[in-house]
């Protein structure tokens, strides 16, 4: 297994915004949920693993989903300070009314004020701009030893499993490229749809896995991460904060921000962090 000291280190540090309510009701979920009852517990899985669900489903539909009754929703959103579901969902509402916005009103961002588009050398001005700024925050938050046993934690991988869906497939493929080249056996969990959860059978302790997520997380992403720490596969994580649901036990994990233009987000940072792996797992490995 892979050890490292739990926590947060100098990335967290280095953070001074204030939670939003939302980031807030998960860091109390995190800290309280191995003491809660099972039950309680059960909905403390479900809802940070599931948080569009919850927004837009009803008391009933989130305490099956969950397999409890609706009063132990109710219980549960009590004892984390709230009147009741509905004030609980709000919550969760509100995040994800910030969180969403659909491409479309992205591309009509990149209009002026005048209505007409904005300057294509602009927007690779503003693309630039968002990954340099993205590239400069990763060079802040890395903590050098942690990155040194992450990388020895996956060199001793006798394969390593690389997760990521959504936007960070991509960085996933691209990370399957390298290792191929690399001569570093690998497997990507996913690869073929339906098939992501036959992926990991072969996992155990004697592996390793690089796991990438960022909000909203993706359910099937959250899964696989917790199937593959039931399996005691030790794992590293690429994911956006100190709540993510893919922080894994050993503490090893990275924060990556992602600086966005537009409402699109690259994945400047990210790159760039797989590679600096990739090739220091190949040296490692020789």
Request: glycine share 6%; net charge neutral; charged share 20%.
């Amino acid at each position: 297994m892979c050890n490292d000291m739990p926590g947060t280190g100098r990335s967290i540090a280095a953070r001074v915004t204030p939670l939003s309510a939302y980031d807030q009701l998960h860091q109390n979920i995190r800290t309280q949920q191995a003491a809660l009852p099972p039950r309680l517990r059960q909905i403390a899985e479900y809802i940070t693993q599931h948080p569009n669900d919850v927004a837009l489903g009803t008391v009933k539909s989130v305490a099956s989903a969950a397999n409890v009754q609706p009063s132990t929703v109710i219980r549960f959103a009590r004892l984390f300070g709230f009147n009741g579901f509905s004030e609980m969902q709000s919550v969760f509402q509100n995040h994800l009314r910030s969180r969403v916005t659909p491409y479309q009103e992205r591309v009509s961002a990149l209009h002026r004020v005048d209505g007409q588009p904005v300057a294509a050398l602009d927007v690779l001005e503003g693309f630039h701009r968002a990954a340099t700024e993205s590239l400069e925050a990763l060079h802040h938050l890395v903590d050098p030893e942690r990155l040194q046993k992450a990388v020895a934690c996956l060199a001793r991988g006798r394969v390593i499993y690389i997760l990521g869906l959504r936007r960070s497939m991509a960085v996933v493929r691209y990370l399957a490229y390298l290792f191929t080249k690399l001569e570093i056996p690998h497997r990507v969990v996913g690869a073929e749809a339906g098939m992501e959860e036959e992926s990991i059978f072969g996992a155990g302790p004697e592996d390793a896995a690089l796991v990438i997520s960022f909000s909203e997380y993706a359910p099937l992403t959250v899964h696989l991460f917790n199937q593959l720490e039931k399996r005691r596969v030790p794992v590293v994580s690429l994911t956006d904060n100190a709540i993510s649901p893919i922080i894994p036990a050993s503490g090893l994990w990275f924060e990556i921000v992602e600086t966005d233009f537009q409402g699109f987000r690259a994945n400047a940072a990210t790159m760039v962090m797989i590679m600096t792996l990739a090739a220091a797992i190949a040296e490692r490995r020789k």
